[in-house]
T-cell receptor, first 113, second 113 residues
Framework: AQSVTQPDIHITVSEGASLELRCNYS??????LFWYVQSPGQGLQLLLK??????LVQGIKGFEAEFKRSQSSFNLRKPSVHWSDAAEYFC???????????FGGGTRLMVKP | DSGVTQTPKHLITATGQRVTLRCSPR?????VYWYQQSLDQGLQFLIQ???????AKGNILERFSAQQFPDLHSELNLSSLELGDSALYFC????????????FGEGSRLTVL
């Protein structure tokens, strides 16, 4: 069965610092991978997705993620964090586009001024 | 604003009761998904409907049921409620293009006392 692990439950970074959120997945075939962000009181918004091709994908709000098949990872990065990036971030894997996404436990990001 | 509308936003009820959560997908989206988010289980896929037909089923309890109506809105029915059913229930929709992007509503927070 597919699974997603986000090892860091909480991360605190200073505003302007770089950010990397870790995501490891277990999946029998080539996965479809996603990162979603959930702001307080809001639903989830898609940041970026990987289906195939270039393993470095760009998303909204200056985020990017790199798919590394050998490490079964899909880490999310941002070079300079803004206070508005404070939220919870979810990594997800799907058997096919948009269907039955399996989510990781989430990483709550706090940004220090 | 994702375009997905969920009602009610908050609901408090007692054990043993039954509630109905409603979801209106984005205009034109044929697929509706229901997810449950709780502190101990994280985000769990419950069920998917496509154009009125059940498409996929996840970790949905037998006490729970859903349907999608001809106008494409969906309802999630939760019966014989238990304390452990307290959670945030999200509805998401996706279009025919099946890009992998789910558009989430803001959720319905259910509290069972």
């Amino acid at each position: 069965a597919q699974s997603v692990t986000q090892p860091d439950i909480h991360i605190t970074v200073s505003e302007g610092a770089s950010l990397e959120l870790r995501c490891n997945y277990s999946y029998g075939a080539t996965p479809y991978l996603f990162w979603y962000v959930q702001s307080p009181g809001q639903g989830l918004q898609l940041l970026l997705k990987y289906f195939s091709g270039d393993t470095l994908v760009q998303g909204i709000k200056g985020f990017e993620a790199e798919f590394k098949r050998s490490q079964s990872s899909f880490n999310l990065r941002k070079p300079s964090v803004h206070w508005s990036d404070a939220a919870e971030y979810f990594c997800a894997v799907g058997p096919n586009a948009g269907n039955m996404l399996t989510f990781g436990g989430g990483t709550r990001l706090m940004v220090k001024p | 604003d994702s375009g997905v509308t969920q009602t009610p936003k908050h609901l408090i009820t007692a054990t043993g009761q039954r509630v109905t959560l409603r979801c209106s997908p984005r205009s034109g989206d044929l697929s509706v998904y229901w997810y449950q988010q709780s502190l101990d289980q994280g985000l769990q896929f419950l069920i998917q409907y496509y154009n009125g037909e059940e498409r996929a089923k996840g970790n949905i309890l037998e006490r729970f049921s859903a349907q999608q109506f001809p106008d494409l809105h969906s309802e999630l029915n939760l019966s014989s409620l238990e304390l452990g059913d307290s959670a945030l229930y999200f509805c998401a929709s996706s279009g025919q293009a099946n890009t992998g992007e789910l558009f989430f509503g803001e959720g319905s927070r259910l509290t069972v006392l």
